[in-house]
């Protein structure tokens, strides 16, 4: 579900001023079912015929394809992810892939179809890989992937760059040895998979837990992930962060852009309108885009002193926008004022980009892991990452506490904060798309903690839980280690400290939810208040004109106009003094004694009835 973009309108009305994006959108809502449902058999096995590629006679070049679309008759949460890579994307966008009308079924023509099979072509091949490897001297060397036929190469060990650095010597004479190979992606695509996944040998779930960022799912929808048992995930060799990140877009032109830039990404991500960008303070035609992200982080130890291998998936940034308040902050101690060169700092046009160079970093002291060593420390990757999702988390934080007190000034003095276009009710429609969002927010600062602090460590002798000082024997077959870090870790407590400052923002919307619904009350009371009144006055007014009326129609029986001023000296002698008689009258029975008398009276004729 996504949220509205507000338009200036009446005060208490939130309006759409961008279709694109609303709470309710029938035609999304057909078009995520027009290839079927999780219900409908025969509708999606007929989708997934048009968009099969196995049949082709390269079947040869998708094992890892196979392979899935296998797997996927006993683990049926699994065909997402055989569908993601046959359609080269999410299959929602397979109306936008297929080279035949979607009723139909009859041909496009041939521009279309040849601009189609070119798109889906190139999401199919996009590759982003980047490979670090870290040496045991402390060095870590970097190597670009642009081709998935670079990737192969690099995977089956045929790159000439990495044969050159094969018995390098350390200090000593010592052979540098690799203690660790990691490869970073960016976005997924169909040969990234094939070739990771089959050389790898990588579960599948590692892939299809990544691929959609839904917040939850219909009763109807196919991409929904069964949840898993805890006790079931002690084989996982993955750990996955889910966190959100706030960019800034000056126009709502702007905004539409960043969000047909997103659905270029093969994975599925979209920024959504937090529609609390409307303040005394915000630029009338701004808009930030809140994006729910993930990156997901895979290992394999290595046997027999082989090294350790790592893959890690990140998330395409959208380059439209600015980051809020230019993004996160640096967190390396600043140079002194005698040091030759201020260092260069990090690129922060993408994650991608921002994750290699932290990687490629030694930490500072101060940050890195007591019980670790610095140059042999295979926990570095883990390390850059949490710091980097924790730095968005503390962004987001500071973000949501600006909308809250925005809120609570617009509360307090709605006649110098609040908008003239708007009324207090939507002060209360934005406090809504926090009581929904908080939340979310909270689980997934959650799940971060107990994957990464409290999973267990493995080794190849015992387990040792994180916040526990007992070591629990593992079963005959071993684990590969984690790379996260200890429960000692300093990155912990900043975790905390984000998912503290969730729990108190929630606690905070709920007490201004209600702070709000008093105040819409008693404006309410106060306007029903004005009807009273003026119902009174229609009320007095009636009861003068009653008599007027009722003596106008006795005389209206005179049929000789001849005598009409007569008539009308006697019909104001006449009704003037009924029309004061029953002003009096109602006058006299709304006194307050008068109306206890009247009550006294009621309750004795009601004691003699019973």
């Known amino acids: 579900m996504t949220p509205t973009i507000l338009r200036f309108g009446k005060p208490g009305i939130m309006k759409t001023a961008n279709p694109v994006y609303d709470f309710f959108r029938p035609e999304l809502r057909d078009e995520s079912y027009a290839i079927g449902d999780v219900y409908s058999t025969a509708e999606v096995n007929k989708a997934q015929e048009q968009w099969d590629i196995l049949s082709n006679p390269e079947k040869k070049k998708y094992p890892y394809l196979g392979h899935v679309k296998l797997l996927s008759g006993t683990w049926p949460h699994l065909r997402l992810l055989a569908d993601f890579m046959e359609v080269s994307t999410t299959p929602l966008r397979w109306k936008d892939l297929s080279t035949t009308h979607p009723t139909t079924s009859a041909d496009l023509d041939a521009e279309e179809r040849k601009k189609r099979t070119q798109d889906r072509d190139e999401r199919a091949c996009r590759t982003n890989v980047t490979v670090l490897r870290y040496l045991v001297s402390g060095e870590v060397k970097e190597m670009s992937c642009k081709t998935s036929n670079e990737l192969v190469a690099v995977l089956d060990g045929r790159c000439v760059e990495e044969s050159e650095d094969e018995g390098v010597s350390g200090r000593g004479g010592a052979v540098d040895e690799c203690k660790l190979r990691l490869y970073v992606v960016e976005d997924l695509s169909r040969d990234v998979i094939e070739a990771l996944g089959s050389k790898l040998d990588i579960e599948p779930a590692f892939f299809r837990e990544h691929i959609v960022d839904y917040a939850w799912c219909n009763i109807r929808d196919r991409w929904q992930d069964p949840p898993n048992l805890r006790v079931a995930e002690g084989h996982r060799r993955w750990v996955q962060l889910r966190y959100v990140t706030a960019r800034y877009y000056k126009t709502s032109k702007e905004f539409k852009e960043g969000v047909k830039e997103a659905e270029r990404f093969n994975v599925l991500r979209r920024p959504d309108d937090d529609v609390n960008n409307k303040a005394v303070w915000d630029d009338r035609e701004a808009i930030v885009g809140i994006t729910r992200s993930r990156a997901s982080f895979w290992l394999k130890k290595g046997e027999n002193g082989k090294e350790d291998v790592g893959v890690l998936l990140l998330d395409p940034t959208i380059q439209k926008g600015t980051p809020l308040w230019y993004g996160y902050r640096n967190w390396e101690p600043t140079p002194g004022i005698n040091t030759p060169s201020i260092p260069a700092g990090p690129h922060r046009t993408s994650l991608f980009q921002d994750f290699i160079y932290w990687a490629k970093k030694s930490p500072p002291s101060q940050l890195m892991n007591p019980s670790s060593s610095p140059k042999t420390n295979t926990h570095m990757p883990m390390q850059t990452l949490l710091y980097l999702i924790c730095s968005e988390w503390l962004t987001i934080s500071d973000y949501i506490r600006t909308r809250i007190g925005i809120i609570e000034w617009e509360i307090s ?49 015992t387990t040792i839980t994180i916040n526990s000082n007992d070591s629990i024997p593992l079963p005959t077959h071993s684990y590969p280690p984690s790379l996260a870090p200890t429960s000692t870790h300093p990155i912990k407590s900043d975790f905390s400290r984000a998912l503290s400052y969730m729990e108190e923002y929630q606690q905070r919307i709920d007490r201004l939810t209600s702070v709000v619904t008093a105040i819409i009350s008693i404006e309410d009371s106060r306007r029903s208040q004005d009807d009273n009144r003026n119902v009174a006055r229609l009320t007095w007014l009636a009861t003068f004109f009653i008599p007027l009326s009722y003596i106008a129609s006795l005389f209206s029986m005179q049929d000789d106009l001849s005598t009409l001023g007569r008539t009308m000296k006697i019909y104001f002698a006449t009704a003037v003094p009924v029309a004061a008689f029953a002003m009096g009258l109602a006058w006299v029975l709304t006194l307050p004694w008068v109306i206890g008398v009247m009550r006294g009276l009621g309750g004795k004729k009601a004691a003699r009835k019973g």
Request: zero cysteines; charged letters at 30%.
């Open 413 to 461: 003095n709605p006649d110098h904060f609040l908008s003239k276009d708007f009324g207090i009710d939507d002060a209360l429609k934005k406090l809504h798309v926090w009581r929904r969002l908080v939340p979310l927010y909270r689980e997934m600062l959650t799940d971060s903690l107990q994957r990464v602090f409290r999973t267990p460590i493995h080794d190849t002798s």
